[in-house]
């Protein structure tokens, strides 16, 4: 995969406090460990796998080293606060579509990192080549669904009773959508930068 062009660290003013995002590397792992344990259970259905175990974090720093996907990692006063993933099969028909996960810590959301977050994503998406982008989540996750949609993101399918969770409870998930080219096309036309920061 094509390495992101957008350079790192940004120091990006969030709610009044300053957030330094970063490319995250392998010795982030510790801190993302710990990012974890402040998530709950509902927070990672969406996820394909359970990242509260370290062997999937493992693997994870694995695929990042070896370029099959690109994360970033925010923090404030030093505190890991969120982070993302891009991840893209560059072997596969849908090397054009990347795969968008964006977690936040609890006493962050609704503050606006989210939405600094993906489009810090969305500009990262443009520099890989990339002209989709999809994300995944439960139907509980109204907040998500509603900072997604406002950010030009579309429902484009469910999958119902898709997700089962510790206890084995089943839950929707949906996949949301965004045309990145297109986007990208209008924005140039019209000489509209912001979105991207630029």
Same mark, same amino acid.
């Given at each position: 995969?094509?390495?992101?062009k957008?350079?790192?660290? *940004?120091t990006?003013?969030c709610?009044?406090?300053? %957030?330094?995002?970063?490319?995250?590397t392998?010795?982030?792992?510790? #801190?993302v460990?710990? @990012?974890?344990?402040?998530?709950?259970?509902?927070? &990672?259905? @969406?996820?394909?796998r =359970?990242?509260? $175990?370290?062997?999937?974090?493992?693997?994870w720093? *694995?695929?990042?080293?070896?370029?099959r996907?690109?994360? /970033?990692v925010?923090?404030? =006063?030093?505190v890991?606060?969120g982070c993302?993933t %891009?991840f893209? =099969?560059? &072997?596969?028909?849908s090397?054009?579509v990347?795969?968008?996960?964006?977690?936040?810590?609890?006493a962050w959301?609704?503050r606006?990192?989210?939405?600094?977050?993906?489009?810090?994503?969305f #500009?990262?998406?443009?520099?890989?080549?990339?002209?989709? &982008?999809i994300? *995944?989540?439960? /139907?509980?996750?109204?907040?998500?669904?509603?900072? +997604?949609?406002?950010?030009? +993101? *579309? #429902?484009?399918?469910? /999958?119902t009773?898709?997700?089962?969770?510790?206890?084995g409870t089943?839950?929707?998930?949906?996949?949301m959508?965004? =045309?990145?080219e297109?986007?990208?096309n209008r924005?140039?036309?019209?000489?509209? $930068?912001?979105?991207?920061?630029?």
């Amino acid at each position: 995969m094509t390495q992101a062009k957008r350079q790192y660290p *940004r120091t990006v003013n969030c709610d009044g406090v300053k %957030i330094e995002i970063t490319q995250m590397t392998t010795a982030d792992r510790e #801190a993302v460990v710990e @990012f974890v344990k402040t998530l709950s259970e509902a927070d &990672l259905l @969406f996820l394909s796998r =359970d990242i509260s $175990h370290p062997k999937v974090i493992d693997a994870w720093m *694995r695929s990042m080293e070896e370029g099959r996907l690109v994360s /970033l990692v925010a923090r404030a =006063d030093g505190v890991m606060v969120g982070c993302t993933t %891009i991840f893209v =099969d560059a &072997l596969g028909w849908s090397r054009h579509v990347g795969e968008l996960r964006v977690l936040t810590s609890p006493a962050w959301r609704g503050r606006g990192l989210g939405r600094v977050l993906i489009q810090e994503c969305f #500009a990262q998406a443009l520099d890989l080549g990339l002209t989709k &982008l999809i994300a *995944r989540m439960t /139907l509980a996750q109204h907040r998500a669904i509603g900072v +997604f949609e406002e950010l030009g +993101f *579309r #429902a484009e399918a469910m /999958l119902t009773r898709h997700v089962a969770d510790r206890n084995g409870t089943l839950h929707d998930l949906v996949i949301m959508s965004h =045309d990145v080219e297109g986007v990208s096309n209008r924005q140039a036309a019209y000489g509209i $930068h912001e979105a991207v920061g630029e």
